[in-house]
């Protein structure tokens, strides 16, 4: 956080000072709303929610070395203990609206550039080249793992201090408003979407209303700023009809402004192609996760990059480089040269498609076993979705397919409609029954795909099997 006294994150806040604390003038530079990371001088944020309320954590929070407590209820004791402690004690009517105004006025006071992004799949990756590209020319402050919704936005921008020359925000939707009202305090320059999918659609109902819940990135962008739209997506033209700021594309389609050529495959599946700016340069990249649709997550990167006035070997050297979020095609070896393909992180069909296409890239030979979960939040479409994925399954070489989930079992049942043998092809309700089946079945040489919505949990199996 930029250095802020107790009583400015008040009035920032909109929050009451109950308690000054014992050093009121200290500047505060960290913020937090969990105590497990809680660092000592931070300010501690007593977030509520349906499941559990962070004020049952206010002791733990000053034993850390809290400087402040943000609150919306005062247990008893509690400022007796803050005071025996030097603590601040700040009290408002919601802790997360206060920790956004605070957040807001963090925006306010951080002069460089910010980076939305959001789309249907890939956000999280094009978050990681995106904060590696730009990493070539200063500090970047950007999203933990996925942290892109009304809670995770606000504590990255709280995360910046004055060595941040860089913002990259990962910017999630769940219902028409929300990006907006992201967008309401983050001020984003550039703004990214990825792609239009079909995630969500349990509340979206369709396409067309998922794209304008995701075009509200694009029109909270001030006209001086970049819209950054993938010329590959069927809702390109849409999208970029809705901006007030001037579009650049990218993708691997010719009428690109920042495009690929000559991609490439290496025997662990991953890319590589050449690079051509906007501006016209070229540069080959080596992307550094396997799947062929990384490559437009990269040039997603590589536009974001050049519109920032990076030149192209810093943007090719970013793209290599690039510190990746785990759980995302993740290669693993075990023993016996048994390769696991770990993209357990979510899944909908969109992303199935691309895991199912790298993962048959990278077995070839080899015998290809895939695990593969239920898809949640579909809505209307999730029967169809689901067989789908098992014809995907079969036509991309999967010669032995195990399900996980109720969902899934149609999965299983389009596989074998489409030629899988029926004892190549298990459905199973949960993850351990699917570690026993896979303990049986592997042998060594294997490659296995792990891929389903995250509720399912199965990053388990890597642990599980031999």
């Known amino acids: 956080m930029m250095p802020m006294t107790v009583a400015e994150i008040a009035e920032a806040a909109g929050a009451r000072l109950l308690l000054e604390g014992e050093k009121p003038t200290r500047p505060i530079r960290r913020v937090s709303s969990d105590t497990r990371t809680l660092e000592e001088g931070a ?89 590696s590209v730009l990493g070539r020319k200063g500090m970047v402050t950007a999203s933990k793992d996925s942290y892109n919704n009304e809670i995770g936005v606000p504590l990255t921008i709280l995360d910046v201090d004055s060595k941040t020359r860089y913002m990259v925000l990962e910017m999630g939707s769940r219902g028409k408003g929300h ?74 389609c010719r009428k690109a402004d920042v495009r690929a050529e000559d991609i490439s495959m290496d025997d662990e599946g991953k890319a590589a192609f050449t690079l051509i700016t906007k501006g016209g340069d070229r540069a080959k990249v080596a992307v550094p996760l396997p799947g062929r649709h990384n490559v437009e ?38 023993p016996e040269q048994i390769t696991i393909i770990n993209d357990a992180y979510n899944a909908n069909p969109v992303s199935m498609r691309s895991a199912l296409m790298a993962f048959g890239d990278i077995a070839r030979t080899k015998r290809a076993i895939a695990v593969l979960g239920d898809m949640g939040e579909l809505g209307p479409v999730s029967d169809k979705a689901h067989l789908e994925v098992g014809k995907m399954a079969v036509s991309y070489g999967t010669d032995i397919l195990i399900t996980v989930g109720r969902r899934a079992r149609k999965t299983a049942k389009a596989a074998r409609e489409n030629g899988l043998p029926k004892g190549s092809v298990f459905a199973t309700n949960d993850v351990d029954r699917a570690a026993e089946i896979l303990r049986v079945i592997i042998e060594p040489g294997d490659v296995v795909l792990i891929k389903g919505s995250r509720f399912l949990g199965l990053e388990r199996l890597v642990d599980m099997v031999a």
Not at 98 to 108: D, H, I, K, P, V
Not at 303 to 309: K, R, S
């Open 179 to 252: 990006i907006i009202r992201l967008c309401s305090f983050a001020l984003p320059d550039v703004g990214v979407i990825t792609n239009i999918g079909w995630t969500h659609l349990q509340f979206f109902r369709t396409r067309d209303n998922l794209a304008r819940a995701k075009s509200e990135l694009l029109q909270g962008l001030p006209r001086q700023g970049r819209a950054v739209i993938n010329a590959d997506d069927d809702y390109a033209e849409f999208l970029g009809g809705l901006s007030p700021a001037p579009v650049v594309t990218y993708g691997c």
């Open 43 to 131: 300010l501690f944020v007593a977030l509520k929610g349906g499941k559990y309320d962070a004020h049952d954590f206010l002791d733990q929070a000053l034993e850390k070395g809290a400087a402040a407590l943000l609150v919306s209820g005062v247990p008893p004791g509690i400022l007796d203990r803050a005071a025996k402690r030097g603590a601040a004690v700040l009290r408002t009517r919601s802790t997360l609206k206060a920790m956004t105004r605070l957040a807001g006025r963090q925006r306010e006071l951080f002069p460089y550039p910010v980076v939305g992004i959001t789309g249907s799949t890939g956000k999280t990756l094009v978050k990681d080249f995106t904060a």
């Open 297 to 334: 997550n990269a040039l997603a990167a590589a536009a974001v990059g050049e519109i920032m006035g990076l030149d192209i070997d810093e943007i090719a050297v970013g793209i290599g480089k690039a510190n990746l979020t785990g759980w995302r095609m993740e290669m693993i070896s075990k």
